[in-house]
C-alpha cells in the first residue's frame, strides 16, 4: 500500500490551500481515509477522516467549519480543502488509511495501518 500526500506549501494567513493524497495497492474504497498533522514539538494529531460505506467525515474541533475532506473512488484520491488557515495550522500533513469505519471513519491514529509521507504546510502571519 502507498500513499503520497502532496499540495502543501507557504500561504498566508486567511489563505487556502488544497491537499491531495493518492493511494494505490489496496481497494482504495473499502478503506476510510483520515488526514494528520504535527507541528514541531507536538504529537501527531487528528485533523479529519471520511468512511468508505457512507462517506460520512469527522473533524477536530480546531478545523471544524473550515476544513473539509472529501474523496473520489473512481481515482483512488482523498483531499482536504484548508480555508481560513491560520498560523497554527502550521505543521507537516499526512494522509493514513484504515481497514475500520464502513459508517464512521476513525480519529485515533492506531486504527490507521498505512500512512503518507506527510506534506508540509506553512501559514504566515
Known amino acids: 500500500v502507498q500513499l503520497q500526500a502532496f499540495g502543501g506549501g507557504l500561504v498566508q494567513a486567511g489563505g487556502s490551500l488544497r491537499l491531495s493524497c493518492a493511494a494505490s495497492g489496496r481497494t482504495f474504497s473499502r478503506y476510510s481515509m483520515g488526514w494528520f498533522r504535527q507541528a514541531p514539538g507536538k504529537e501527531r494529531e487528528f485533523v479529519g477522516s471520511i468512511s468508505w460505506s457512507v462517506s460520512s467525515t469527522s473533524y477536530a474541533d480546531s478545523v471544524k467549519g473550515r476544513f473539509t475532506i472529501s474523496r473520489d473512488n473512481a481515482k483512488n484520491m482523498v483531499y482536504l480543502q484548508m480555508n481560513s488557515l491560520k498560523p497554527e495550522d502550521t505543521a507537516v500533513y499526512y494522509c493514513?488509511?484504515?481497514?475500520?469505519?464502513?459508517?464512521?471513519?476513525?480519529?485515533?491514529?492506531?486504527?490507521?495501518?498505512?500512512w503518507g509521507q506527510g506534506t508540509q504546510v506553512t501559514v504566515s502571519s
Open positions: 493514513a488509511t484504515s481497514p475500520s469505519g464502513s459508517w464512521v471513519a476513525p480519529r485515533r491514529s492506531q486504527d490507521y495501518d498505512y
